[in-house]
């Protein structure tokens, strides 16, 4: 009897262990096995029938992933798992890798083109837009709060041009930030943010505020950029 419980515990660890590689790293299907009829895609079952296909296919040549639903293949859209965002698909319909700006957030993706999580369950958002200032919502996940995160009043803001992120020059050079540091609190945090003074009023564009935050651990101190993006309409 023990023998049979422990070959039974031993098989169920290996189930779950199968099951949650599936889970992480979606089964690829090469797209030369599936036939394309009608502009959709199909896959042949083992009784020999056509099924529309829904699922991962990847390119051997190019190694890029797309995504079928139905048998049709999606673009321009996320992929989520219980709510929660995971892959994005591209105009091209293949799946983001890297750092990729969507609607004016920059994400990146890993290798396989799964959405890269913020490590410190850290959420940063904007509000209350206007061309001299606004509203960071920084919310800070309930799973954090054995840490103490720490911000101080200096922030700077960057423009989306010519493809890519490029710092806004200062109206005036003798800028003083004031020697403060603030706690966040376990949830939302709302902050205002007025540039008119640093940077004028911005035009037509979109921009990034960048703050730093610090992670306190076990008197342990270490520094991260987060960034709020926002746009000017």
């Given at each position: 009897?023990?023998i049979?419980?422990?070959?039974?515990?031993?098989?169920?660890s290996?189930?779950?262990?199968?099951l949650?590689?599936?889970?992480?790293?979606?089964?690829?299907?090469s797209?030369?096995?599936l036939?394309?009829?009608?502009?959709?895609?199909?896959?042949?079952?083992?009784?020999?029938?056509?099924?529309?296909?829904?699922?991962?296919t990847?390119?051997?040549?190019?190694?890029k992933?797309?995504?079928?639903?139905?048998g049709?293949?999606?673009?321009?859209?996320?992929l989520?798992?219980?709510?929660?965002?995971?892959?994005?698909?591209?105009n091209?319909?293949?799946?983001?890798?890297?750092?990729?700006t969507i609607?004016?957030?920059?994400?990146?993706?890993?290798q396989?083109?799964?959405l890269?999580?913020?490590?410190?369950?850290?959420?940063?958002?904007?509000?209350?837009?206007s061309?001299?200032?606004?509203?960071?919502?920084?919310?800070?996940?309930?799973?954090?709060?054995?840490?103490?995160?720490?911000?101080?009043?200096?922030?700077?803001?960057e423009?989306?041009?010519?493809?890519?992120?490029?710092?806004?020059?200062?109206?005036?050079?003798d800028i003083?930030?004031?020697?403060?540091?603030?706690?966040?609190?376990?949830?939302?945090?709302?902050?205002?943010?007025?540039?008119?003074?640093?940077?004028?009023?911005?035009?037509?564009?979109?921009?990034?505020i960048?703050?730093?935050i610090s992670?306190?651990?076990?008197?342990?101190?270490?520094?991260?950029?987060?960034y709020?993006y926002?746009?000017?309409?």
């Open positions: 009897m023990k049979y419980n422990d070959t039974a515990g031993k098989l169920l290996a189930f779950l262990a199968l949650l590689v599936l889970i992480l790293f979606p089964v690829n299907i797209a030369a096995t036939t394309e009829k009608n502009g959709l895609k199909y896959i042949e079952q083992e009784n020999g029938n056509l099924k529309l296909y829904t699922g991962w990847i390119k051997v040549k190019s190694n992933r797309f995504y079928y639903k139905n049709k293949k999606l673009s321009n859209c996320w989520a798992q219980n709510g929660v965002k995971q892959y994005y698909l591209t091209d319909g293949y799946a983001a890798i890297g750092k990729v609607a004016g957030t920059e994400y990146e993706f890993d396989s083109g799964k890269i999580q913020d490590e410190w369950n850290i959420k940063v958002e904007t509000a209350n837009i061309k001299t200032g606004l509203t960071v919502i920084t919310t800070i996940s309930e799973d954090s709060y054995n840490d103490e995160f720490i911000y101080g009043v200096p922030f700077t803001i423009e989306y041009s010519e493809n890519k992120w490029q710092p806004l020059p200062l109206k005036r050079d003083l930030w004031a020697d403060i540091a603030y706690v966040f609190n376990v949830g939302k945090n709302e902050n205002v943010y007025q540039w008119e003074n640093l940077y004028g009023v911005l035009p037509e564009g979109r921009y990034r960048c703050k730093e992670k306190r651990t076990d008197n342990k101190l270490e520094d991260k950029i987060y709020a926002f746009t000017i309409s």
